[in-house]
Nanobody, 124 residues
Framework: QVQLVESGGGLVQAGGSLRLSCAVS????????MGWFRQAPGKEREFVAS????????RFEDSVKGRFTISKENARDTVYLQMDSLKPEDTAVYYC????WGAGTDMEKSYEYWGQGTQVTVSS
């Protein structure tokens, strides 16, 4: 059974930082690309960041470039999203997802497995 479990969300003031983690089990993590998406209240879920299976390619949504980083630790079957200089508009539920093709695209349909999400709230 494949499981993706996010953690690390919470309430932070604008300008602060959070690190999200996504622990994965039930699949060959090292061969999967991983992505982070988010959904704010009343909005569609959107792409945030992705990393290819080898970690050689990273993609970021424009509004988070320079503030967020993504990393993948195969030894721990875990992907991280480091979020710095947080803004109130970053408030959302953040989801991690796994992509068997390994490319790490910005399209939801590329991802086969999803976590349940973790809430991030940034106060002004």
């Amino acid at each position: 059974q494949v499981q993706l479990v996010e953690s690390g969300g919470g309430l932070v003031q604008a300008g602060g930082s959070l690190r999200l983690s996504c622990a994965v089990s039930g699949l060959s993590f090292s061969s999967y690309a991983m992505g982070w998406f988010r959904q704010a209240p009343g909005k569609e879920r959107e792409f945030v960041a992705s990393i290819s299976w080898r970690g050689s390619t990273r993609r970021f949504e424009d509004s988070v470039k320079g503030r967020f980083t993504i990393s993948k630790e195969n030894a721990r079957d875990t992907v991280y999203l480091q979020m710095d200089s947080l803004k109130p508009e970053d408030t959302a539920v953040y989801y991690c997802a796994a992509d068997a093709w390994g490319a790490g695209t910005d399209m939801e349909k590329s991802y086969e497995y999803w976590g349940q999400g973790t809430q991030v709230t940034v106060s002004s």
